[in-house]
């Protein structure tokens, strides 16, 4: 659907990991984030006034037994492109400033 942003990872049985990922679909505005299982491919509607968060933790607790060892985690590249974007974008805005006031 899109590009998952957040991962949430649970233990199941027999050491199982099971992650249920949080994609956002850019191609909206305002953007919309869904849930996906990268197990069985359980994606909920999200026409609900449940934290969508909530609703993957409970997903992997009854669907998949995975109770232990739970993990929130951003995905790295997302991360990692915010972290790039926030200063480029202030000192663009900071060039700006300086080259509006300077012609003056």
Not at 60 to 87: N, Y
Not at 95 to 100: E, G, K, P, Q
């Amino acid at each position: 659907m899109g590009v998952a942003i957040r991962r949430l990872t649970a233990v199941g049985p027999d050491d199982r990991v099971f992650t249920v990922n949080i994609e956002r679909d850019f191609r909206y505005d305002p953007y919309r984030d869904f849930l996906v299982c990268t197990h069985c491919d359980w994606s909920p509607s999200l026409l609900t006034t449940r934290r969508i968060d909530a609703m993957a933790w409970e997903h992997l607790a009854s669907a998949h037994s995975a109770d232990r060892g739970m993990s929130d985690a951003e995905d790295e590249s997302f991360g990692k492109a915010r972290r790039v974007a926030l200063p480029v974008c202030a000192a663009l805005v900071i060039a700006l400033l300086v080259f509006t006031f300077a012609v003056r």
